[in-house]
């Protein structure tokens, strides 16, 4: 389980095909602070370590990525040179700074626009019909491993819906999400509470 408050940036320095997807990570932690079996969101997916290595200050971690993770997750993202949001597991009794997030991607929104507002920037996406019943105005949603709250939504006649967030300057610095562009493609996790209640409302109809 996670927060959705990013840690670090990694980069991915190999991507190999070993049955699996084995991509080797780039990230300024210390060595002794990963954990052989670990579990790390890389933007917005929970992958875990197998193996580990390099200096302190100067990081390395490796994981396995299955082809079900790849065809869930954004095109292109496993590709080495790409930059991670990186986040490690939440252990009992740390702060909760964002929401839960399970580390489990819903499906791919689409950047439709960014724009100045203030010191920050607003961020519109488009998600798709499946998820636009779970996103909600003031609601928590995960943006490639990002805790954000909407701010706005607005069905579409497709089934689609288009939502905002708004991103301030230190969120832009220490996560991938200050070089976002029109038409990029980002990780959606939706809220654990709106799964449940859409559920239930389903058993009740």
């Known amino acids: 389980m996670f927060t959705g408050i990013v840690s670090a940036i990694g980069t991915i320095t190999s991507a190999d095909r070993r049955g699996d997807l084995h991509l080797r990570i780039d990230c300024p932690w ?117 805790s954000l709250t909407v701010n706005d939504v607005a069905d579409q006649d497709d089934g689609t819906c288009d939502f905002a967030v708004n991103i301030i300057p230190h969120t832009g610095e220490v996560t991938t999400l200050g070089t976002l562009e029109p038409g990029a493609h980002v990780n959606l996790e939706i809220d654990v509470l709106a799964r449940y209640l859409r559920r239930m409302q389903s058993l009740r109809s």
């Open 30 to 146: 210390e060595p002794e602070d990963i954990a052989i079996g670990a579990s790390i969101a890389c933007s917005g997916v929970c992958l875990t370590v197998v193996e580990r290595g390099r200096e302190a200050g100067n990081a390395s971690f490796a994981v396995d990525v299955s082809a079900e993770t790849v065809a869930r997750s954004v095109p292109g993202m496993w590709e080495p040179g790409r930059k991670l949001n990186l986040e490690r597991a939440l252990k009992l009794g740390e702060e909760l700074g964002g929401h839960l997030v399970t580390g489990h991607v819903d499906g791919i929104a689409t950047v439709k626009d960014v724009s100045p507002e203030g010191d920050s920037h607003r961020i519109g996406f488009n998600a798709p019909a499946d998820l636009a019943p779970y996103i909600a105005a003031k609601g928590s949603i995960t943006i490639d491993g990002v």
